[in-house]
């Protein structure tokens, strides 16, 4: 993902080049990217097996004009953005792990944990494996996810 990023992050200096030239003074300005979902599950190279997705999930706050470039290139590849970032719930203290940074370009992506209390949260069947395997790994993150009274009973078949 790093030269798909190093692209955008190309395109953006050189809009903001341009925009100079013409004597408009948008100001240089960051344009922050948190991966979140499946995606940063891989991202985070987990001892685990975790499946491939097409789907990526991401909060901002970037005006349409610069994630429109962005979600071409994601598709030029083979993924499809989540465009609507209100479907999208993470814990408040979600953590993020730089995965790249350019000139105006920030990308981050969360923490594993972060991720699977997200999943358990939604409670999709799809993702019940996930968090079993993701247990076995992790012997804290039950506990973690229940204090935030998430219930889990429902990924070992409890009621």
């Known amino acids: 993902m790093q030269p798909l990023f190093e692209k955008w992050d190309q395109e953006l200096w050189k809009k903001l080049q341009e925009d100079r030239q013409l004597g408009e003074l ?3 300005r ?3 990217l948190k991966i979140v979902g499946q995606i940063a599950l891989l991202l985070a190279d987990l001892p685990m097996e975790v499946a491939a997705t097409r789907d990526i999930d991401i909060l901002h706050h970037i005006p349409y004009s610069q994630m429109k470039g962005l979600e071409k290139m994601f598709l030029d ?9 209100g479907l999208i719930w993470m814990p408040d ?10 000139k105006l370009a920030q990308v981050y992506y969360a923490d594993a944990l972060d991720v699977m209390t997200s999943k358990a949260k939604y409670k999709r069947s799809k993702d019940k ?6 247990f076995k790994i992790n012997s804290g993150a039950k506990e973690k ?3 935030l009274g ?6 070992e ?3």
């Open 26 to 28: 948008s100001p240089k």
């Open 150 to 155: 998430i219930d889990i009973n429902w990924v």
């Open 129 to 134: 494996i996930l968090l079993r395997k993701y």
């Open 93 to 102: 203290d979600t953590v993020y792990h730089p995965l790249f940074s350019g």
């Open 145 to 147: 996810i229940r204090q």
């Open 30 to 32: 960051n344009f922050e």
């Open 77 to 85: 590849v083979g993924l499809v953005l989540e465009r609507d970032q």
């Open 157 to 159: 078949g409890k009621k």
